[in-house]
């Protein structure tokens, strides 16, 4: 079922040339919650080098924008390019982003609390534009237009990591509606059920994200449950349940971690299932740290967990694993300089 094409599917598009004159390599910068990836790549889009750097967890916007100049910076001088000489520079943001790149309700990240010009700080300081956009959109652009998204012309992209963000894309276009749209970790799948780190009650995060699912872990530790997630955690010196780490608890019968996941999927079904009975997307490309590492086998589980919640069960959406994986975010930002 998730493998078999919709109707309506097409040949792999090719890139668009904006502009057949321009070669010069671009950089792009996912900002995440734990890392800042940045890369440089060509005029086709292949990624030259990367660079990785830790997301500062203390100060503030402009200590994050130093570590993103820094990882940039690092990219660069692999790939033997200097930041100013590149055609330009697009960032994968959380939060919300005005016209300007500038970025507000940044809740995962230090100390963001206002407005931050993140577009203008980081331009200053590489000497080359830089265009910033939604992290998770840009994700989702990127595998529209280079990854699992390519067959089609309309896909939800879920990516399933510390929270769940969502992108679309319909009719070939990009939906952002008024700047909000793709908040699908904040469906309601049960109606005053758990709390959500957003505040709110019974969304799909509160259920699959991995914030709320370590939390979930912690309070069966409480109960007296045994479980081997947090013994991996020091083990591997963490501080937090990484994807490897639930993968590695699963494919072991943890049972507490086995139980949470297995909750965590019927929320993305019902969640996931909800939002392509509004949409009646193409496909959907399940992302995200989680998304990625769990592989095909999770995807056909969703699959068939959306299956019951389908009006439409008899035509369901394909469901892939987004395909440029881990450098996704950064791919998508890097398209956004073109
Ligand atoms: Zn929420």
Request: glycine share 16%; aromatic share 4%; with cysteine.
């Amino acid at each position: 079922m998730p493998t078999t094409a919709p109707q309506g599917a097409k040949a792999p598009r090719t890139a668009p040339r904006r502009s057949a004159k321009n070669t010069a390599p671009r950089g792009g910068i996912d900002l995440g919650g734990t890392k800042i990836e940045a890369i440089v790549v060509d005029s086709e889009n292949t990624v030259l080098a990367s660079a990785r750097r830790p997301t500062p967890t203390a100060g503030g916007p402009s200590d994050v924008a130093a570590a993103m100049v820094e990882a940039l910076q690092q990219a660069c001088q692999a790939a033997s390019v200097e930041p100013a000489a590149l055609h330009g520079v697009g960032v994968g943001s959380p939060g919300v982003i005005d016209g300007d790149g500038a970025v507000s309700s940044a809740r995962n990240l230090p100390g963001w609390d206002g407005k931050f010009e993140l577009g203008s700080a980081l331009s200053g300081q590489l000497g080359t534009k830089v265009l910033v956009g939604n992290d998770v959109q840009v994700a989702t652009d990127a595998e529209f237009e280079l990854g699992a998204g390519q067959p089609f012309e309309s896909i939800l992209g879920v990516f399933w990591g510390t929270g769940v963000g969502g992108g679309l894309i319909l009719g070939g276009k990009p939906w952002i509606g008024r700047g909000g749209a793709g908040e699908i970790g904040h469906v309601v799948v049960v109606k005053h059920g758990a709390r959500c780190p957003c505040g709110r009650r019974g969304c799909m995060e509160a259920y699959a994200g991995r914030a709320a699912m370590e939390a979930r872990a912690r309070r069966q530790v409480n109960k007296g449950k045994h479980t081997d997630l947090f013994r991996l955690m020091e083990e591997r010196g963490r501080t937090r349940l990484t994807s490897a780490i639930w993968a590695h608890a699963l494919e072991h019968g943890d049972k507490v971690a086995t139980k949470i996941i297995d909750k965590a999927v019927d929320a993305l079904g019902a969640g996931i299932g909800s939002a392509v009975n509004v949409l009646d997307v193409e496909a959907v490309i399940i992302g995200g740290g989680l998304g990625v590492r769990f592989g095909d086998p999770f995807a056909e589980r969703i699959a068939a967990a959306m299956q019951p919640h389908l009006c439409h069960d008899d035509q369901p959406p394909v469901v892939r694993v987004a395909a440029l994986g881990d450098l996704g975010g950064a791919i998508g930002a890097a398209l956004l300089a073109r």
